[in-house]
């Protein structure tokens, strides 16, 4: 007879070595002729997925709370002697053909920066605040509560179409121009139509059916993939909070074939002080990607002026450290520093940078000084000095 402790034990290691088993050779890219640089990332993160979670920052390198000079300087690496982890750009005006973003960083810049990242072995993640190519105004609508009809209007048969794909093309000459000396393409992380659970955007959910937006983000990976050959991207999508579950999660889902990482862009619940809320939305995430072998993330978040000063130890990290699901986020990416007014990174002499610092001093929390070069092949990862 077994006793009863004995099965306690067998049962505990069945579980341990759930993670330690796992087959990170299914992480397989969405787009089959994927450069290696992306093939390698992409299973470099599943494999750095269930315990850890890497640091983002939009716009880090381009501006701090106090600065502008954009030459590979952050905010974050001021405060704790690294750079984060994960980069995040924005091309929103790419396609007007400006020298500019949207929020003045200049291509040219953004384009070095990126460059100089993929040589550091970082990852390198863009959005895509677009231009509405009907009206010419920005991607936000003037009218939240009516369609505005502007997805059908770009699809191949509307009126707008070829509108859209002149934008696609200066989007795909953008990403053809991030080489690196050595020849290759540096891999980005693309993330198309965010946010589209929201009103906000003109792809928002109440202006276009779940078919057109589906249709959307089909067009555009196809567009990229198979009509301008670029192989160099995953893709990630990223609504908003607002779905209860999977099945709420996955109504405007575009596709396994068309999507690599399963994102959440959420505000809301704890700035809502809602911490249960942002638990279960990690976890509807997370268990998405585990049942279709890809990776999940944090995609956009953060709480403006950190006001709340322990906000990074008292409020997300028990969140993110809540359960197996929740630690196997793959990253948290949080939005811009863009002045005293607008910032969701702590500089040096803020009040919330003591709680950052002890923040990333959780053996589950990953800056650009402690990860390997993203881009090259691995049996297995050790995180030295996060031991897990
Ligand atoms: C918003 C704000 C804006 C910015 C936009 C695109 O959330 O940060 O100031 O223009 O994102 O980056």
Redesign the pocket.
């Known amino acids: 007879m077994i006793a009863k402790a004995d099965l306690l034990v067998a049962v505990l290691l069945l579980c341990q070595s759930v993670t330690a088993q796992r087959d990170v050779s299914v992480f397989i890219p969405s787009d089959k002729q994927a450069d290696t640089g992306i093939v390698n990332l992409y299973r470099n993160m599943a494999m750095l997925a269930p315990d850890y979670i890497m640091i983002g920052h939009?716009d880090a390198l381009s501006y701090g709370i106090n600065w502008k000079e954009g030459i590979y300087r952050s905010d974050l690496k001021d405060l704790t002697g690294s750079h984060p982890a994960i980069f995040g750009w924005?091309i929103?005006a790419i396609e007007l053909g400006s020298p500019i973003n949207?929020?003045s960083v200049p291509f040219n810049e953004m384009r070095k920066n990126i460059i100089q990242v993929y040589l550091d072995g970082g990852i390198n993640t863009i959005s895509w605040?677009a231009y509405n190519p009907v009206t010419g105004k920005s991607s936000w609508v003037d009218d939240k509560n009516n369609s505005n009809g502007i997805v059908a209007k770009i699809l191949p048969g509307g009126s707008h179409h070829k509108e859209f794909t002149n934008q696609l093309d200066k989007v795909a000459a953008f990403i053809k121009s991030l080489k690196a000396p050595d020849g290759s393409l540096a891999p980005i992380i693309f993330r198309p139509w965010h946010e589209n659970s929201g009103n906000w955007f003109w792809w928002g959910a109440i202006h276009c059916s779940v078919e057109e937006y589906k249709s959307l983000y089909h067009f555009t990976v196809d567009y990229l993939r198979n009509m301008h050959h670029l192989h160099n991207l995953l893709y990630a999508y990223s609504p908003d909070v607002g779905f209860k579950d999977a099945a709420g999660y996955l109504e405007r889902y575009p596709g396994n074939d068309l999507v690599d990482i399963i994102g959440l862009d959420d505000y809301n619940s704890l700035n809502t002080g809602q911490p249960e809320k942002l638990i279960s939305n990690l976890e509807v995430i997370a268990q998405i990607a585990i049942d279709h072998n890809k990776i999940a993330a944090f995609t956009e978040t953060g709480s403006n002026r950190l006001e709340r000063k322990e906000y990074f130890t008292k409020e997300l990290l028990p969140c993110l450290d809540h359960s197996d699901l929740t630690r196997s986020i793959s990253w948290v990416l949080f939005?811009?520093n863009?002045d005293e007014k607008?910032h969701f990174m702590p500089a040096p002499g803020h009040p919330a940078a003591q709680d950052f610092i002890e923040f990333t001093k959780s053996k589950h929390i990953l800056m650009l000084n402690n990860i390997p070069d993203m881009y090259k092949y691995y049996k297995k990862i050790n995180i030295t000095g996060k031991d897990i």
């Open positions: 939009q924005d929103g949207l929020d605040h939005w811009r863009a607008q």
